[in-house]
Each structure stands twice: as C-alpha cells, then as structure tokens.
C-alpha cells in the first residue's frame, strides 16, 4: 500500500483511523500535495518554522507524478509523517484524508502553495485554548502572485474582527459576495467538531472550505485575529484559477440560497437582495485579481525569454 522510509515517517493510505503512539500533539498542520514540487518546500519550510512547538506536520501525497514524492523524501524533522495514496483521489477525499490521520486536539489546513507566518500557530492556538466557546478562529491573509510576490495585503475579516456569534458571521458571509472567513491556510478548527460535521463535502468543491465554516459555526462563536497571519497564493493552477467565473458564481449563489432559507440563521428579506448584489461583486473582484497575477506571470515568462 505504501512505501516505508525515515525520516520522514511514511504510512500507507487507506485507514482513517487514528494514528498510534506517543502522546498527540496539541496540533495538527495537515497539507494535501498533489503535483506540488513547484511551491511545496516553501510550504513545508513556512510550516516547520512556526514558533509553536506542540505540534505535527502531515503530508498526504496524492499519488503526484512530479518531484512532490521527492521534496518530502529530504524532509529530516521528526514531526512530519507522510502519506502517500496508491491512487489520486479527488481533491476533496484527500482534504478530508489529511485531518482524519492527524493526532492533534487542533487542526489548520494548509494547501501545498501556501504559507504561514512563524507566529501563526502559535497565536490560533492562544484562542481556541483560552477563550471558551470558540469553534472556528482566522486571521488576515497576505494574497501574493505565482513568484511570491504581494498582490494585496491584510485580507478578510472585514466586519468580523474579535469575537462574534455564529449568526452574525454568517450574515456577514451571506452580505460579503466572497469569503470573508478565507481559505483553508487562514482558519484553525477542533478536531472533535470537523468529525462531527462530516468533514469537507464535494457538492460544491469552490465553496467547500466555506461551507465547512458554517458547519463548524454551529459548535460555537468566531474568533478573527486582526493580524496577517498567512499568505494565500493566487495562480492558474488553483481550485479558483481553473473554476471558470460564471461556475464560481453559480455555486456560491446555491451556497448563499441555503443559507438564506436555513431557519437557525435568521436572515432576512435585506439580506436577500444584499447578497443578490455582492454576488457579482465578489466574482469581478476574484476575476480582476487573478487577471493581474496572470498578467505578471505572463510578463515575467516574456522578459526571460528575451
């Protein structure tokens, strides 16, 4: 099923069951890797560098035919398993993977181009361990293009920032025509509540790390860090980059339908036309953002070739 080497620690996919051995960290950083050797070692480097020392890392190799398998080969740190699936699961199957082999009380999602700030951990897990009552926690996010470079900073939370009840969050999601939570790399979660939630679900794969935040919502408040606290890349290779605008928006106007007919929420009339107008919004802005990211990739690719 998979193969064995050390370090890292390899496991063979195919169990979700609980990993055994010493004591479980306090925290789980889990990244899912699928032909990822472009932007995986910053990943890994960004991750291995938080000041948060409780903690483990898991990889989950998606059956990558690239240098992915080999980037974590050379990876000498006793707090990295890694996974490698026999075959290439769908992108959410294996996001769901990487959660379900992790040990730790607490959980952040990190995707295989993104990264974290040293202090981030360390800062979420401050949060969920001292302030009762909070499911879900997030900070702002940096958007930097394919090279790494600043796109936009200081990201999300508009509105949201401290500590705010599930219902107002969510009014803010519904209201905001994107995801003013944000992606995977920006939030931390219980383990307890993901598995009581069902995880990642694939209906809607654009608006999935979405609708797992309102899941999660229904086990307590919100908490937004207002510090940057990770960066998100934008490339055409993404979830985003590769959804083509009229599909984005139709999903996220299925995922707002929902939420606006979901009783426990309370919304209203108001915030049914609100969100009919930022639903566009959202999607020019996403398009304007990663038009510019192209537009620099191009322009870079042009001047090395001269």
């Known amino acids: 099923m998979g193969q064995v080497s050390s370090p890292p620690r390899y496991r063979a996919a195919g169990s979700e069951s609980e990993v055994s051995g010493p004591r479980p960290p306090k925290v789980s950083l889990c990244i899912p890797a699928f032909q990822a050797e472009r932007y995986l070692q910053a990943t890994i480097d960004s991750v291995l560098a938080q000041t948060y020392a409780d903690l483990e890392v898991v990889i989950v190799d998606n059956c990558s035919s690239d240098g992915t398998s080999d980037i974590v080969a050379n990876v000498d740190d006793d707090r990295v398993r890694v996974i490698r699936n026999p075959t290439t699961l769908p992108m959410v199957d294996n996001f769901n993977l990487a959660v379900r082999q992790c040990r730790g009380e607490f959980v952040k999602l990190v995707c295989a ?17 001292n302030i009762p009552g909070v499911a879900l926690v997030s900070g702002r996010t940096d958007f930097i293009d394919e090279d790494g470079r600043l796109l936009v900073g200081g990201r999300g939370l508009r509105g949201i920032l401290g500590r705010h009840s599930a219902q107002r969050v969510v009014r803010k999601i519904v209201r905001s ?52 606290l990770a960066s998100f890349r934008i490339s055409g290779g993404s979830t985003t980059g590769t959804t083509s605008p009229l599909s984005q928006l139709a999903q996220q106007t299925e995922f707002v339908r929902r939420l606006l007919d979901d009783g426990q929420w309370s919304l209203s009339s108001v915030d049914r036309v609100v969100a009919r107008v930022k639903l566009y919004d959202g999607m020019l802005k996403r398009t304007l953002l990663f038009a510019m ?9 042009s001047a090395g070739s001269t």
């Not at 181009?113 to 361990?129: G, H, K, M, N, Y």
């Not at 990211?293 to 690719?301: D, Q, V």
């Open 113 to 129: 181009d993104d990264l974290l700030e040293p202090d981030c951990v360390a800062t979420q897990t401050a949060v969920l361990e």
């Open 177 to 228: 025509g994107g995801n003013p939570i944000g992606a995977p790399v920006c939030a931390m979660f219980r383990r307890s509540d993901f598995e009581r939630t069902g995880g990642f679900r694939a209906d809607s794969v654009f608006m999935m790390d979405m609708d797992l935040w309102v899941r999660l919502l229904r086990n307590g408040d919100f908490f937004g860090v207002p510090r940057t």
């Open 293 to 301: 990211s192209n537009h620099r990739a191009r322009r870079r690719r």
